[in-house]
């Protein structure tokens, strides 16, 4: 079975951090195909330049974008194709994104469940129905931020969630937020989820000192 595949996150504290085109020109060559970064602390000149120097690496790219209505949804999808990415992370999921994201060529991958400020809540039942709704939509998969969930068992959620998801529409699970350990890491990997980003753990050096360091030390990890 293949092991998931890590999206290394430029961001920290739900925002880009400063420096990301240096911090990731010195980790370029670390083993992760999939980099992204939010739609918060960069100019759009900076994020156009950003998705040119890792495509020009070799990189898939991800805009993740915390937007909860459909007006800042559309409004993140719009950046996201003036800018180049190849796949959309985030917003709550609207036909018009959904239209207006296929019509230009990108992946999308909306959150799912009842997430507010960046907390998921509900019932480990409700937010599976929700995954498995949004997932026959016009997406490529979902997002779901099992380790920011507060009513139940993340990683009984991480499993229903992909296990449901897979048999009801063969789509994929990105799993977001608070990934920070191996514990975490061994809970992504035995559930069969497809992606998972790290940002601030890296930041917070939970797997190693540098950057680079740390996306080997996870690589590796996954692999055994």
């Not at 880009?16 to 100019?43: H, Y």
């Not at 990189?59 to 937007?67: D, N, V």
């Not at 929700?130 to 998969?141: E, M, P, Q, W, Y």
């Not at 529409?169 to 799993?175: A, D, E, H, I, Q």
Request: net charge negative; charged share 25%.
């Amino acid at each position: 079975m293949a092991h998931p595949e890590l999206i290394a996150m430029l961001t920290h504290h739900d925002k880009t951090v400063e420096g990301s085109k240096e911090i990731f020109l010195a980790a370029k060559d670390a083993p992760a195909k999939f980099w992204g970064f939010k739609d918060v602390g960069l100019t759009k000149e900076e994020i156009i330049d950003l998705v040119n120097t890792m495509k020009a690496a070799g990189k898939t790219t991800f805009l993740e974008c915390l937007a909860f209505d459909e007006p800042a949804g559309l409004k993140a999808a719009h950046l996201a194709i003036e800018c180049g990415f190849d796949v959309i992370m985030g917003t709550v999921y609207y036909d018009s994104i959904g239209e207006l994201v296929e019509k230009h060529g990108i992946k999308y991958l909306p959150f799912i469940g009842n997430l507010v400020n960046g907390i998921l809540y509900g019932t480990i039942e409700d937010t599976v129905a929700d995954a498995v709704a949004v997932a026959k939509k016009k997406v490529t998969g979902v997002d779901l931020c099992g380790y920011r969930y507060v009513d139940g068992d993340p990683a009984q959620l991480i499993k229903a969630v992909v296990d449901a998801v897979s048999k009801e529409t063969g789509k994929p699970v990105c799993c977001v937020g608070s990934v920070d350990s191996y514990e975490k890491l061994d809970t992504i990997k035995n559930a069969g989820v497809w992606a998972f980003s790290i940002g601030g753990a890296f930041f917070e050096e939970k797997f190693g000192k540098t950057f680079a360091e740390q996306i080997a030390v996870v690589e590796d990890y996954l692999k055994k």
